[in-house]
Structures are given as C-alpha cells and as structure tokens.
C-alpha cells in the first residue's frame, strides 16, 4: 500500500506552503525584535546627544525630552513596517513616519515663547524636530546616515553659535532711546512697534513718571536698543517721527562709540 502523501505543512516534510510561519520563523523573529530593539537604543542616544547640548545651554527642552522624543519616533516608524496581518502591499510604510512629522511639530511649538517683543525658544523647537528626524532615520537602518547627520546637527548648534557671537560684535550694536512725554496719548505702544519693526531688540525698558497734581504727568521711557549697525539711520529717522506727535516734548538717541 503507498504511504499517504505528508500533510501540507507537517514540519520535516519540506512541504510547508508557507515557509515563513514554520518554527524557523520563530527565530528569525526573535533575531529581528533584538536588531529592531538596537535600533531604537540608537534613536534614544542620538535624540539624547542633542538634548546634551540644549540642557547645557539651560534650556527647558534637554536630554529627557529629546531622547523620548526620538525614541518615539523610532518605534512609531518599526510599527509602521511591522506585518499587521493583511496581504502585502495594504500597509503603506511610511504613513506612520509622515504623522511623526507634524506630530512632533506641536511638542516643538510648545518650546516657542514670546518674550517681550521677542520671540525664544526657536532653536529648540527645531532641535526636537530634528530629533523625530533622526529616530526615524535609525528605525530605518540608516545608520550611517543618521549619524553623520547628527554630527552635523551638533556642528551647527555649537560651531554657528561661536560664529554667531563673532558676528554680533562686529556687526550689532545697542542704542539708546529717551523720549519724555505727555501721559494719557497712548504713546508707549506705537513707539515699541516702531522699535520692532525696524528690526530692533529691546534690551533693557525703563519708565519714570511724574504725575504731579494738577498736571496730566510726564512720562521719561529710556529704551537700550541692539541692532545692527546699518539700521542706527533707521532709529534716528524713527526719533524724528516720535518728536512729531504733539504730546511728546523731547527725543535724544544715542549711537553706539565705534
């Protein structure tokens, strides 16, 4: 009597219909989740190396945040090349990387302040960006690439800044601005608008009013404005719209010594 033809499927009779569901699978998983696993430590390490340098600088965004938020964005990118159960193909890959893109975008405008006329916080928004970036890029097993550009990243925050710092000595100076007027015209806002506008950081703001009875009062503003130096013109030509409103009685500007 012939032997019965082996189960399809029936481990030994190398007749398994889908190779990769036998016990071989097992381990190639097992080996899969350690690689992917490495990944991950990777993203958290590079996030972190950022994270270094903006704790470092005393900002509130620092190793923790910028770790967690590569970590993140690693496993979220993994997930998305995880096998979901459905055929080959419905998963499209990247569709979890692209909401890690504008996801983390929120975390970093909660890092944007508005400081007095100024805004802070820039940077570190687009460091933790950056940091999504690079934890998607090591779930992917780029590797290489990934470091080089964090390598870059730190180039720019350490080495730009020192440029930077160069640069502001050579070419940013602060003025002062004294304008005496009358209280009650609604005179401080327009001038501090004025001040932004023509590209001007407030650096120091000081009021003394004298509200004597029987008097509107006098307002003296002193204003410590940095700029650059090409823009002192722009500041001077802004004293003489200042001293053309009818409540304000005197203007002095004050450059920098070259």
């Known amino acids: 009597m012939p032997a019965p033809n082996p189960i399809p499927g029936t481990p030994g009779t190398g007749t398994d219909p889908d190779p990769g569901h036998g016990p071989a699978r097992e381990v190639d998983v097992e080996h899969t989740t350690i690689e992917l696993l490495g990944r991950i430590a990777l993203a958290a390490l590079a996030g972190a190396a950022i994270g270094l340098e903006r704790e470092l600088r005393d900002h509130p965004a620092g190793v923790r945040t910028h770790a967690l938020v590569a ?72 590797t290489g690439l990934t470091f080089g550009a964090l ?22 100076g602060t003025a002062t601005l004294d304008v005496e007027y009358e209280i009650g015209h609604g005179t401080l806002r327009p001038i501090l608008e004025a001040v932004e506008e023509l ?19 006098t307002r003296r503003l002193h204003l410590a404005v940095s ?24 203007v002095y500007v004050q450059r920098p010594a070259e």
Do not use: C, K
């Open 71 to 142: 970590t993140g964005a690693a496993l979220f990118t993994v997930a998305g090349q995880l096998d979901w159960g459905v055929p080959s193909g419905a998963v499209d890959p990247t569709r979890l990387p692209a909401q890690v893109v504008s996801g983390i975008g929120f975390i970093g405008a909660g890092a944007i302040l508005r400081d007095g006329l100024g805004v802070r916080g820039l940077t570190t928004a687009a460091t933790i960006w950056m940091s999504g970036a690079l934890g998607v890029g090591m779930a992917t097993g780029a």
């Open 227 to 250: 700029t650059r130096r090409d823009r002192f013109g722009r500041l001077e030509y802004l004293a003489d719209a200042i001293q053309d409103r009818p409540e304000v009685r005197a």
């Open 151 to 172: 390598a870059l990243v730190l180039a720019v925050l350490v080495l730009l800044r020192a440029a930077r710092i160069v640069v502001a000595r050579v070419g940013i």
């Open 199 to 217: 590209g001007g950081r407030i650096e120091d703001l000081a009021i003394d009013d004298d509200t004597r009875s029987g008097s509107p009062g």
